[in-house]
């Protein structure tokens, strides 16, 4: 199996400093270049939430971090990498540009990765001279802990990098699903799309409130999600017949009107406000730091309670997560020494050995 050795980060906003943190942890070097002034800070604040979640699921002790430097330029960053992932603004002539300057510095045999959350890699190839090795590596927040990243060839990736993406994803615990063809938004967005747009119009009729339509999905079938998918739980509501008879029981509701999804609401200030005003009104208690502390110990608790499914060998993320903290525990064990500690360790024999002789001589 292929693995990074020297990766690099475009962008170290909310999902580039999360892929900083997955990577840093699983001992990777990390060259990252942003503009920003407050790049630095940023990716500070993201990795010690990392650090916190991993040192939960590795209570033994963490990998070796690799190390991470900002780069001044885009070309500096990516010299010598063999991995690159760019997660710049979601603007076409924002990625053609930097897809360029990548493409001109980067290794022939680097795979680029963009985390765009819509944008088809065909509609980026243009700007590359190597249009073959750009592929789109779609994560979740938080990325340094949750696995699934979509992976989305242009017209023209070759199926090559196809193959070297879904390596290098899964040499950093990542679960990679090839989307089949290309579209925009791919298949995670696309759902939750679906789902937001609807949830709008819930709460701007006045149907509930922010904080009720939360609590009507984490504790229904938002839990049912987090272990089974969608068509596994319904083929479980069709009862001994399956799925078959859940879509005859069901499918006739899909001509009936329960949903908006086919209307959008209109986006103007009152309904920015509605949705913001409730917003605050729910969470204004916390954080934003607070709320993503809170928001890490649950899904790591969630994905450790899976692990703990089907006579210990896990469950959807949960066999994932075995998979992975047993990884990060071997490269944890593999983490060098300090020579001081490594001294200590010698002189202990020494020092037992010479309490036994002089028990013995008295």
């Known amino acids: 199996m292929s693995s990074i050795k020297k990766a690099a980060a475009i962008g170290g906003g909310v999902i580039g400093a999360g892929w900083v943190a997955r990577l840093l942890l699983n001992g990777i070097d990390v060259a990252i270049y942003d503009p920003d002034p407050e790049a630095s800070r940023k990716v500070d604040e993201v990795m010690k939430g990392a650090r916190r979640a991993y040192k939960q699921m590795l209570p033994d002790g963490l990998p070796q971090e690799g190390k991470l430097t900002f780069a001044k330029t885009i070309a500096e960053a990516v010299t010598g990498a063999d991995f690159i992932q760019e997660s710049v603004p979601e603007r076409l002539d924002i990625k053609h540009k930097v897809l360029a300057e990548i493409d001109a510095h980067a290794p022939a045999d680097a795979l680029i990765g963009s985390s765009t959350s819509g944008i088809k890699p065909t509609d980026m190839q243009p700007a590359l001279k190597h249009p073959e090795r750009l592929v789109v590596g779609h994560p979740f927040n938080p990325v340094y802990l949750l696995p699934l990243v979509e992976i989305v060839g242009g017209e023209k990736t070759t199926p090559a990098f196809i193959d070297k993406a879904r390596e290098l994803y899964v040499s950093i615990g990542m679960k990679p699903v090839v989307i089949r063809k290309e579209i925009e938004a791919f298949v995670g967005d696309r759902l939750l799309e679906a789902a937001w747009r609807e949830a709008l119009w819930l709460i701007k009729d006045g149907i509930c409130s922010v904080e009720e339509l939360d609590d009507i999905m984490r504790y229904s079938f938002g839990l049912r999600w987090a272990q089974m998918g969608m068509f596994q739980v319904y083929r479980i509501a069709g009862g001994e017949a399956g799925m ?66 089907n006579k210990g060998k896990g469950w959807g993320a949960g066999e994932l ?42």
């Not at 916390?286 to 608790?301: F, H, M, P, Q, T």
């Not at 903290?325 to 202990?348: G, H, I």
Request: proline share 5%; with cysteine.
């Open 321 to 362: 997560h075995n998979d992975y903290t047993k990884r990060l525990a071997k490269l944890a064990a593999k983490k060098p020494v300090s020579k001081a500690a490594a001294k200590a360790k010698a002189d202990k024999p020494v020092k037992k050995a010479a309490a036994v002789k002089r028990k013995t001589a008295a």
């Open 244 to 309: 078959r008879h859940f879509m005859a029981q069901f499918g006739p509701c899909l001509s009936w009107p329960w949903t908006k999804l086919m209307d959008v609401p209109e986006f103007n200030d009152e309904l920015v406000d509605l949705i913001a005003g409730q917003s605050d009104e729910q969470s204004d208690k916390w954080s934003i730091r607070e709320l993503e502390k809170i928001r890490d110990d649950n899904l790591v608790a969630i994905m450790e309670a899976l692990g703990k499914q």
